[in-house]
Nanobody, 121 residues
């Protein structure tokens, strides 16, 4: 079983910074890729950044150079450092993790509950 708990959202002025955290509570699973998605009001959920278990990262063009994803494998935690925030970054941010059942080797996809990020102009 995998549970993801996000923290760190809030209200910030344009140009400011926030750091999101997502801790995975894991029993008998191995965490693979971890990622952050976001969903703005009235829009589809989109991938923001992904980090593999080997810390290979990739970013959406809209955030590259401003956001940094990182992870602590020992803590099963992924972070998203968001700098130079813009009003268009306003969204609910969701943590996502791929995990493999250590007993059956089946893979599953898990989501956190989401955390609101609001950037005021």
């Amino acid at each position: 079983q995998v549970q993801l708990v996000e923290s760190g959202g809030g209200l910030v002025q344009a140009g400011g910074s926030l750091r999101l955290s997502c801790a995975a509570s894991v029993t008998a699973f191995t965490i693979n890729d971890m990622a952050w998605y976001r969903q703005a009001a009235g829009k589809q959920r989109e991938l923001v950044a992904v980090c593999t278990s080997d810390s290979i990262t990739n970013y959406a063009d809209s955030v590259r150079g401003r956001f940094t994803i990182s992870r602590d494998n020992a803590k099963n935690t992924v972070y998203l450092q968001m700098n130079s925030l813009k009003p268009e970054d306003t969204a609910v941010y969701f943590c996502n993790a791929g995990a493999r059942d250590s007993r059956t080797w089946r893979t599953y996809n898990y989501w956190g509950q989401g955390t609101q990020v609001t950037v005021s102009s």
